[in-house]
């Protein structure tokens, strides 16, 4: 990870994060991309707000046969020019700023500061589930966990540091969270919680925990769900039986029995 510099708990500064571009506009023929978007972290006073700065639109309508990485450098210059004090910042998750050029959208809009949770209101907000909302899970802090093997994309082999316990870790692998990796990750806690003790389902060993990286407040710990901690079974998935050509040792044709 990157290492970031301590700031003064009276200065505001912008932590860039991930830039990312729409691609379309290759296949079109077009000379610039027609949406760009820089996610950063906004420190202000010792909090800090997540913030993605979206951008919707031409900024040249003449070829410039820029390379990406000197889009991405313009554009990381042009946000750097915002003043976001102003702007009325969800906590907790992550805003996103749009710039447009539709002239319908040029009159200022007032936000109320009253809400004390909009999580129901905005389906896109970006919100991590609270461990407070599973307690029949062990909560284990994902930095006890070594991991060993990636099994496949956001499945790894992990083993718990004091007694080298093995797990599976069932993770949300993204550059930047989305709002429905929490339904997901919900249902299914939910449906482990249902079929707990049943043999022939896989078990649940905890929930993988760690504090909030979109949490404002940088003095309140606020422990999140990061991940789903299952039993770690030595027999192998089922891809690498279908792999390995074992699948005659197990009589699959039982399995749906």
Request: glycine content about 4%; hydrophobic content about 35%.
């Amino acid at each position: 990870m990157p290492t970031t510099t301590a700031l003064s708990p009276f200065t505001s500064d912008l932590e860039l994060k991930s830039y990312c571009e729409d691609q379309d506009f290759l296949c079109n023929g077009e000379p610039e991309p027609n949406s760009r978007s820089q996610t950063l972290i906004y420190h202000f006073e010792n909090k800090k707000w997540w913030i993605k700065v979206t951008f919707k639109g031409a900024i040249s309508s003449f070829p410039q046969n820029k390379t990406k990485r000197e889009r991405r450098k313009e554009y990381q210059d042009f946000v750097k020019l915002f003043d976001f004090d102003p702007l009325a910042l969800l906590d907790d998750t992550v805003s996103e700023v749009i710039l447009s050029e539709d002239p319908g959208t040029i009159d200022s809009i007032n936000l109320r500061h009253d809400l004390e949770d909009t999580s129901n209101r905005d389906p896109l907000r970006v919100t991590y589930p609270l461990c407070l909302r599973f307690p029949s899970f062990r909560a284990i802090n994902i930095a006890e966990l070594i991991e060993e093997d990636e099994i496949t994309d956001g499945v790894f082999r992990v083993l718990h540091r004091s007694d080298r316990t093995p797990h599976i870790l069932k993770v949300v692998n993204r550059p930047l969270y989305q709002p429905r990796d929490s339904d997901v990750i919900q249902k299914e806690l939910e449906n482990l919680e249902h079929f707990k003790g049943v043999i022939g389902i896989v078990q649940s060993a905890g929930i993988a925990a760690f504090n909030n990286p979109y949490a404002t407040s940088q003095n309140v710990e606020q422990m999140v769900i990061g991940g789903i901690l299952l039993e770690y079974y030595s027999g192998g998935s089922l891809q690498r039986v279908l792999s390995e050509q074992r699948i005659r040792k197990f009589g699959w044709e039982r399995w749906a029995i």
